[in-house]
């Protein structure tokens, strides 16, 4: 009986080992399935992600006010400051009450904020400073942009916002970004003294 066992043995270990070696394959096999389902979930995962982004890269630089033109696509572009307010503006603006807001800054000063140099210096620098966005001149695009900023006590100009709805195309950004590289202003001034106040610059996207 002891010597049919030790026959028996070779046999049962043949056995084991073949059903180890199909068991180990299945494994490494599912394992390597998983993997590539891995790396597929993450690679759709990071497709859908990049045309997410895209699609909202897209529609931040068209969304606005502003209406793409053929006629005028791929023309040359200039940007107007308009440096004269019409009587309207003026007669408002002559007319609002002189108030401070909880960031203690005025609406209204009885000497306005100005650029060093006068409103001729001023139109140079945001035309030396400033690029019609490509998205736009692509497009044909043209409007006005109006941005309100804050002049404070010493003249630095800080928080420019665009005031109203926004063109799009990348013109507010352009316009937001000249604003920002402006130097000291002269500051406005009530009763004699520097207080810190609004001003609203408004700068047209023209394309010839």
Same mark, same amino acid.
């Given at each position: 009986m002891k010597k049919n066992n030790t026959k028996l043995l070779p046999l049962i270990l043949g056995i084991f080992t073949v059903v180890f070696a199909i068991v180990s394959c299945k494994?490494? @096999? /599912?394992? $390597?399935?998983?993997?590539?389902?891995?790396?597929?979930?993450? @690679?759709?995962? /990071?497709?859908?992600?990049?045309?997410?982004?895209?699609?909202?890269?897209?529609?931040?630089?068209?969304?606005? @006010?502003?209406?793409? =033109?053929?006629?005028?696509?791929?023309?040359?572009?200039?940007?107007?400051?308009q440096a004269d307010m019409d009587k309207e503006y003026e007669q408002q603006y002559a007319k609002m009450v002189i108030e401070m807001d909880k960031?203690?800054?005025? $609406?209204?000063?009885?000497? *306005?904020?100005?650029?060093?140099?006068?409103?001729?210096?001023?139109?140079?620098?945001?035309? /030396? $400073?400033?690029?019609?966005?490509? $998205?736009?001149?692509? =497009?044909g695009v043209e409007s006005s942009v109006d941005v309100i900023f804050a002049v404070d006590e010493n003249g630095k100009v800080y928080?420019?916002?665009?005031?109203?709805? *926004?063109?799009?195309?990348?013109?507010?950004?352009?316009?937001? =970004?000249?604003?920002?590289?402006?130097? *000291?202003w002269n500051p406005g001034q009530i009763k004699g003294h520097n207080v810190k106040s609004y001003y609203t610059l408004p700068i047209s996207f023209k394309i010839n």
């Amino acid at each position: 009986m002891k010597k049919n066992n030790t026959k028996l043995l070779p046999l049962i270990l043949g056995i084991f080992t073949v059903v180890f070696a199909i068991v180990s394959c299945k494994s490494g @096999t /599912d394992s $390597n399935a998983a993997a590539a389902d891995s790396i597929q979930a993450k @690679t759709t995962a /990071d497709s859908i992600i990049l045309v997410h982004k895209d699609s909202v890269k897209k529609e931040m630089v068209m969304q606005g @006010t502003a209406k793409p =033109n053929p006629a005028k696509v791929r023309g040359k572009g200039v940007v107007v400051f308009q440096a004269d307010m019409d009587k309207e503006y003026e007669q408002q603006y002559a007319k609002m009450v002189i108030e401070m807001d909880k960031e203690g800054i005025y $609406n209204r000063t009885e000497i *306005r904020p100005s650029y060093p140099g006068g409103q001729k210096a001023l139109a140079k620098f945001i035309q /030396d $400073n400033i690029v019609y966005p490509e $998205n736009a001149l692509e =497009n044909g695009v043209e409007s006005s942009v109006d941005v309100i900023f804050a002049v404070d006590e010493n003249g630095k100009v800080y928080t420019p916002m665009v005031k109203g709805d *926004r063109a799009g195309y990348g013109l507010d950004d352009a316009a937001l =970004n000249v604003v920002s590289k402006m130097p *000291r202003w002269n500051p406005g001034q009530i009763k004699g003294h520097n207080v810190k106040s609004y001003y609203t610059l408004p700068i047209s996207f023209k394309i010839n």
